[in-house]
């Protein structure tokens, strides 16, 4: 009897050990909506994120080994590439669009500014292949990390399999931009009604101004619809860049970029697809009086937004407001040391 | 009880006999007019215009089907098959079938249905490693066929049909049905010479995008497929 007991006992085990799997929840902040992304398709443990922070972070993933995603999609600036209007590749090579700030992305529908991109796993193999951006291909790169010292070991951890597939490769990356979650702003404490936490009067005043002319698309609590929109940019010739049209081939969306998320503005800038405004003072003027009216023009911007100078200077500090300092300085989120550090050189 | 009995009892004997499973392989030919396509050996010839080589051939099967009598009676479970003239054991599906199982007509997608086109990494022949996942807009390419041509201008005289695209109004998947004479075995004949000959190769020689023309050569890439007798 004791030893079926027994038995029992170490299956119970066994089926423990490989259910537990080392499983890492996803948090929803309060208040917030589901996220997009199918967790059950690609359930978070922790090597998995590990694995995908490496791949973040290494410019293995480039073909000359110059540019890994943090060169555009820097944390300290809200994952974007600060100062400059348009991305930066391999060899001084330089794109047509301004590199989008990563945050929220379990929330996200469509990717890129035009929404090229249906899904979180598929989005790395654009920067990889595009010749002014990583300039390599996924085969390349999943050659490079089968040969290096620290990859085949990585990838068995995470997924009890040390063959390096461009699905675990995908979908590694996507658990560590997963976990990227700004839900700890000023704004969040103040909505969460958290204790000593309240807007200033100016602050109060641009929350006001914002839920009254800038909420419908900028939505909260992501600030955003994920939607396409033509938001009244005149077209720069040097680009001629129309945006959303360019996938789907529809009239109505020409010159329709998608709607940015605004949380951690303060660090994201420039800002708009192209780079084109320095400051926020520049994107409300241009929302109150730079608008260019067109066929495709978002119906709510087609009545002009009139506000005062005192009105413009509360609304940039209500944006201030959306500065997540835990998330900009979040070591989960940094560089991971410990994987590169360890490793011998190859 | 006894019911319970009998239902495991049934289901040993159905594991073990009546119920076997019998295998019936379905294979894809792709041919140049009767002859089976050499890659880049040989130089085939259009009637009108010159010479034709071809470098590169890979389409998705998915969705294999059995039917009978205009009803489905067997559909292959997560079917997807990713057919690459450079590999010959990929031209070549087992489906396993119950035993005693009728059928008349074999139905198939060419390509890649807009579910699986929208969910994200996949393994196997989905990986998008495969060479058939555009990397600047999301989405598999269904049918690839390249070559050359010497009656193409273009760098190398080379031609690239590269078919796919599932939003609305590009969905370019085509569903295929053909009737069979046998059943033991399938061969479905691919002619890529019917495909080429109604193309016009001077002027259409690079589809690349999801789009109008990739949805008519879509079509007419579907309709190359015939049972062969």
Known sequence: MKKYLLLVFGVWIVIVALKGDDETKFRIPKNWPNPVYDFNKNRLNKDKILLGRALFYDPVLSADSTISCTSCHLQYTAFTHVDHTLSHGINGKIGTRNAPALTNMAWGKLFMWDGAINHLDMQPLAPISHPDEMGSSIDSVLLRLRRSSIYPSLFYRAFKDSAVTGEHFLKAISQFMLTIVSSNAKYDQVMRNEKGIAFTSQEANGYRLFRAHCASCHKEPLFTTNDFRNNGLSVDTTLNDFGRIKITHNPKDSLCFKVPSLRNIEFSYPYMHDGRFATLQQVINHYTTGIQHSATLSPLLDKPILLTADEKVDLVAFMLTLTDKEFLFNRAYSFPKEIFMSAPKE | ?229
């Open chain 2, 1 to 229: 009880m006894y019911r319970l009995l009998t239902v495991t009892f049934l289901s040993f004997i159905c594991a073990g006999d009546t119920c076997a499973q019998y295998v019936v392989p379905i294979q894809f030919r792709n041919t140049w007019n009767y002859q089976p396509i050499e890659l880049e050996k040989s130089i085939y010839h259009n009637q009108d215009t010159d010479s034709v080589s071809i470098t590169n051939l890979k389409y998705y099967i998915s969705g294999l089907a059995l039917l009978h009598n205009g009803h489905e009676v067997y559909a292959e479970p997560n079917s997807v098959h990713l057919i690459d003239a450079r590999i010959p054991k990929s031209t070549t599906i087992f489906l396993s079938l119950p035993k005693d199982v009728l059928y008349d007509k074999v139905s198939f997608n060419l390509g890649i249905d807009s579910v699986t086109n929208v969910s994200g990494a996949m393994g196997g022949d989905l990986d998008p490693t495969k060479g058939m996942y555009w990397t600047w807009q999301s989405g598999y390419i269904n049918y690839k066929l390249e070559g050359k041509s010497n009656v193409c201008k273009t760098r190398n005289n080379e031609f690239h049909f590269h078919l796919g695209g599932y939003g609305y109004p590009f969905g370019s998947i085509q569903k295929i049905v053909l009737n069979l004479e046998r059943t033991d075995s399938i061969t479905i004949k691919a002619d890529i010479a019917t495909f080429v000959k109604q193309i016009d190769l001077v002027n259409q020689n690079n589809v690349m995008i999801p789009g109008d023309d990739a949805l008519k050569l879509s079509r007419l890439a579907a309709s190359i497929f015939s049972i062969q007798k």
